[in-house]
């Protein structure tokens, strides 16, 4: 199968050449021990560079994929963790961030729907066990997700709700993952109760960060929030977070468009069936997209210039990626966002003994 082949053109927006001149662009920015940084001698986190591994995979880059998850448990220390930044094979930020921790799972078993090979999954399983148990260690009272450990191993006194809502779908897909081995991990899927019920009832619980785009959608894009709760929400936050006819502001508090949010929000709004919105959304990419196939991080109005200066990021080119994927449904993965028809392992509400909170 050629790149190419591996695609097609997302109507009225790109086409399959455009969709493999990005994932090529991607591809040609991983180093040859697999770790994929931001951009060419820039540095690489976990998190980006799972996100960046899932764009190749859609792109039909699977061995260059699988690459890049065995830099990961090459990398891996034996807590289960990672580090927050890499440059090169140097540690450039010591902080551990749970959520980064956590989406090895995500991606791995988006790399599993989309082959059908259950093989790197079976390889990387010890690797995405240590990371989720070493996560879940840091699971709150409430049922929220202390967001990380600073580089002197202190835990950090409080929860974040895109970085929650991002380990809610990491954990789901660990314990689906688990099933599929063979490798029954029930005590993920409670976690991933108490964590989802946090996320869906108490808002109050994590650190108050509205202004940022992904506080607004990531509950929805992570599945934590469904059906009518999350078509509300998504609805709800249009006018501070889009700038119509330019894109998803990164903060509302700015008139910077950022690709990478852009596109997620588009995922989020096709998880939840909106996909006509969707893809108008999404159109607003292409103002980011440069010949070769690279997008602009961040373009800041009213002058559409580039922010930071000229940057380019492997994890926006694979946003756009994975949302193409969603919206022309072309590979296995292609649903794993949506809820109504995702793969996952289900999770019950789960509710802290005396929480008020009413059921929806």
Excluded at 22 to 42: E, K
Excluded at 147 to 172: H, I, K, N, P
Excluded at 246 to 269: F, M, P, Y
Excluded at 300 to 329: K, N
Aim: charged share 20%; net charge negative; hydrophobic share 45%.
């Amino acid at each position: 199968m050629t790149t190419t082949d591996a695609l097609f053109a997302v109507p009225g927006v790109l086409s399959a050449e455009e969709l493999a001149r990005t994932a090529r662009f991607v591809a040609d920015c991983q180093a040859p021990d697999g770790q994929i940084p931001w951009y060419p001698g820039g540095h690489c986190d976990p998190w980006n560079h799972v996100e960046a591994a899932m764009g190749l995979t859609v792109a039909g880059h699977h061995e260059a994929a699988r690459a890049a998850y065995r830099w990961l448990a090459r990398a891996q220390l034996g807590d289960g963790s990672w580090f927050n930044y890499y440059l090169g094979e140097r540690v450039r930020d010591a902080r551990l961030d749970t959520n980064v921790c956590a989406y090895v799972a995500v991606g791995v078993y988006h790399h599993l729907l989309a082959t059908g090979d259950e093989s790197l999954a079976a390889e990387l399983w010890p690797t995405i066990e240590r990371a989720v148990d070493f996560v879940l260690a840091h699971q709150r009272p409430d049922g929220t997700v202390t967001w990380s450990l600073d580089a002197q191993g202190r835990s950090e006194g409080y929860a974040l709700l895109t970085g929650s809502s991002s380990v809610f779908l990491s954990v789901r897909c660990a314990a689906t993952l688990a099933r599929a081995l063979g490798r029954e991990r029930p005590d993920w899927l409670v976690a991933a109760g108490r964590l989802g019920h946090a996320i869906a009832h108490h808002p109050g619980a994590f650190a108050p960060k509205n202004e940022f785009a992904m506080d607004w959608y990531y509950p929805v894009l992570g599945g934590a929030l469904t059906g009518e709760r999350a078509a509300q929400r998504l609805e709800g936050g249009v006018e501070r977070h889009v700038m119509e006819g330019l894109g998803v502001r990164c903060v509302s508090t700015n008139d910077w468009v950022t690709a990478a949010e852009t596109a997620e929000c588009a995922l989020a709004l096709d998880a939840t069936g909106a996909t006509n919105l969707a893809l108008e959304l999404f159109a607003l990419t292409s103002r980011h997209r440069r010949e070769d196939g690279a997008y602009w991080t961040g373009l800041a109005y009213p002058g559409a210039v580039t922010f930071p200066h000229r940057e380019v990021t492997t994890y926006t080119a694979a946003a756009v990626l994975l949302a193409a994927d969603a919206l022309t449904s072309r590979t296995g993965a292609a649903g794993l966002f949506r809820h109504d028809e995702s793969p996952l392992a289900p999770v019950e509400d789960l509710a802290e003994p005396g929480c008020a909170a009413q059921r929806v």
